[in-house]
């Protein structure tokens, strides 16, 4: 019998559990070209920020053991091109969109959300804390609760009440989980980890950093054992709390990961520069886990891995006569 | 599309390394300027990025096969050389926009510098098919590293060589030849493929003849297919607008007195979106 694989952010349903990374599927068309973008539980866009932005300069990359930094500065087109051409195209076909922002000033999130607040097609807003906030000296929002909470409330109040508000947060914090109780508390409807945590290399024959803005994200399966842990830790905190699980998820196996630590949903970045059909491929490979572990349903899943020590393990239906195929 | 294609045969041709690979479906869609994307270091691999390579010939054979030349510059490189044939190697492509063709007989002149001269024999094949004439001029840092000299004298019209060592051909950089072959010849358009450096000087000849260039880039990719935005570089666009575009999506081909060579690595103060608009701070 097939896994049930729907999922719920809030009180938004999603056909299955993996959406593309913020910022790892451009505008979508990119990916369309490999397949059908309705297969995706939803599409992430990029952070869009109110203005244009041509980003930083190159090299923007540079690869590192299991992973790969990048310093990309949320190049983007804007809200206004944004809303012309980017979500309509998305709207249109009726592709679930989780739109991404970014912003300076809790003044330009909250413009962004009122500018996305009536644009058809935004299945749930996500906020990139990850951003540096400029009224506080470059502080980046996702280190400090209360400037991440100070977005949030004020994103929420803008947002339809029917289109959750999800909180993006970043790994390298001194306490993940009073960051993301500071969002919950201040409105998300749910929570997103992890961001890229900040790296850096050094290349040893220019003997300069290899990145053009010296420090940049780090990226790929390098970063999961961190989104595990993040997950974890807000899942034990905030139980009730829809958590998207994000950061280095190659496999199937990864995404279970997160799953099993208290993620309901599962976003893919860079996995999509290496295969761009790494979402359908996770998917299935899930479903498959699921399936084989005995589970009907993702649901059952999701923080399962929370079970007091001690307490037995889950009967697996694998021998039972009812899940013969 | 992605492709586990099967090693056919490898060989050295002097410096390079070149693989020929069955990859049916890429090698269908194949037009000259394309590039593919390789995965490299197999399953378990800690290398997560794809390598971007240009497809030097396509063959019929065996359903459809991909030539790939190439240097070794870093591990992903170095695995690539140790393939042999039967190995399987994962690809994605036809990537990156083609060469645009010109629809009249015109005489072109083609100039490749180090392993960038790869892509320019099956261009070279296309301009033939329209009646064009085709001069190469082939240049490296020495005689081993100036690729596909043979097979450009039988091809061409006339055939121009440079090293920077004097081993073979004319002392000195492709760009210090293109003058006298766009005058021989006179040439009515260039293709070059080289490093960014080479192509800057060679659009600056051509933009001195007033005649024009297309360029294939070369810059840092991490996926090749347009999602990253790590491959960056300054063009000019129709309106006269500089953007930030990519060389795997927009490019890798582009018209070369378009690319502001000089700001390549920076985001010059006038590009769209630069730093000085409204949210210059975030993220
Ligand atoms: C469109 C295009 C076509 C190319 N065609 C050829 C070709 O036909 N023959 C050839 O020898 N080389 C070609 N290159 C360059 C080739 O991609 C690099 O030499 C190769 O990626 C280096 O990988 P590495 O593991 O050996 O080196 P490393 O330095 O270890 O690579 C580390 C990372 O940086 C990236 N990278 C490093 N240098 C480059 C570069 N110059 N361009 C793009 N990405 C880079 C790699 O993809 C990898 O992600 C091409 C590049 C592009 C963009
Ligand atoms: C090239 C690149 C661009 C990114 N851009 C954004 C962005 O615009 N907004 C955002 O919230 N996160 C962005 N991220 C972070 C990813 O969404 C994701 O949180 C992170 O990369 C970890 O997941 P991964 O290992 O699957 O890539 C970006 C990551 C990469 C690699
Ligand atoms: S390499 Fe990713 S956008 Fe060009």
């Known amino acids: ?325 | 599309m992605q492709v586990t294609g099967t090693v056919l045969t490898t060989r050295r041709v002097d410096a390079y390394h070149a693989l020929t690979v069955v990859a049916p479906g890429i090698a269908e869609r194949y037009r000259p300027g394309h590039f593919v994307s390789v995965a490299v270091g197999g399953a378990h691999t800690s290398m997560i990025t794809r390598r971007a390579l240009t497809v030097h010939d396509v063959k019929p054979d065996y359903g459809g096969t991909v030539e790939l030349v190439f240097t070794v510059r870093g591990p992903g490189t170095a695995w690539l050389a140790e393939r042999r044939a039967r190995d399987t190697l994962d690809l994605v492509g036809p990537l990156g926009r083609p060469f645009p063709l010109p629809r009249d007989p015109v005489h072109c002149v083609l100039v490749g510098a180090e392993y960038g001269s790869a892509v320019l024999f099956p261009v070279a094949d296309a301009l033939m098919e329209r009646g064009c004439r085709v001069d190469f001029l082939l240049g490296g840092a020495s005689a081993d590293r100036v690729f596909g000299a043979m097979r450009a004298r039988r091809m061409a019209e006339t055939t121009t060589l440079t090293t920077e060592d004097g081993s073979l051909g004319l002392r000195g950089k492709v760009a210090d030849a293109l003058p006298s072959v766009i005058a021989d010849t006179r040439a009515d358009a260039v293709y070059a493929c080289g490093p960014m450096e080479t192509l800057r000087a060679v659009t600056a000849v051509a933009i001195e003849f007033d005649i024009p260039v297309q360029v294939a880039v070369e810059e840092s990719m991490a996926c090749g297919i347009g999602v990253c935005m790590t491959c960056v570089i300054p063009v000019i666009g129709d309106d006269g607008a500089t953007r930030m575009v990519r060389a795997c999506a927009e490019g890798p081909v582009f018209r070369g007195e378009r690319v502001r060579f000089e700001d390549v690595g920076t985001i010059p103060f006038d590009a769209l979106g630069a730093p000085g608009g409204g949210a210059r701070h975030a993220g």
């Open chain 1, 1 to 325: 019998m097939a896994v049930d694989m729907r999922t719920f952010l809030a009180h938004v349903e999603l056909a299955n559990p993996i959406t593309t990374a913020a910022g790892c599927a451009a505008s979508g068309r990119e990916l369309a070209q490999f397949f059908d973008l309705h297969r995706l539980g939803a599409l992430a866009t990029r952070s869009i920020t109110m203005a244009p932005r041509a980003g930083r300069p190159t090299p923007r990359m540079a690869e590192t053991p299991s992973g790969m930094l990048n310093a990309v500065g949320l190049q983007g087109p804007g809200i206004d091109a944004f809303l012309e051409r980017e979500l309509p195209w998305l709207a249109q076909r009726g592709i679930r969109t989780i739109v991404s922002i970014g912003g300076g000033t809790v003044a330009e999130y909250s413009e962004l959300a009122r500018r996305l607040a009536d644009a058809p097609g935004v299945t749930a807003l996500e906020v990139n804390l990850s951003c540096p906030n400029i009224e506080d000296r470059g502080r980046v929002f996702a280190r400090e609760g209360s400037a991440a909470a100070e977005v949030i409330a004020s994103v929420r109040s803008i947002m339809r009440y029917d289109v959750p508000v999800v909180a993006k947060l970043a790994p390298d914090v001194a306490d993940i989980v009073a960051v993301a109780r500071a969002c919950v508390d201040a409105g998300a409807d749910a929570l997103s980890m992890i961001n890229n945590p900040l790296g850096m290399a050094i290349d040893t024959e220019a003997l300069r950093p290899s990145l053009a803005a010296v420090t940049g994200g780090l990226s790929g399966p390098a970063v999961l054992p961190i989104a595990v842990r993040c997950v974890w830790q807000v899942h034990a905190a905030l139980p009730g709390v829809p958590l998207i699980g994000v950061g280095g998820v190659m496999t199937g196996a990864d995404a279970f990961q997160l799953i099993l630590a208290g993620a309901c949903a599962v976003g893919v970045g860079t996995a999509l520069f290496h295969d761009p059909y790494a979402c359908l491929r996770i998917e299935r490979e899930l479903e498959d886990l699921l399936q084989t572990r005995g589970f009907q349903r993702l649901a059952d899943a999701v923080g399962l891995a929370h079970r007091p020590p001690g307490s037995a393990p889950r009967h697996l239906l694998v021998d039972s006569e009812e899940s013969s195929p």
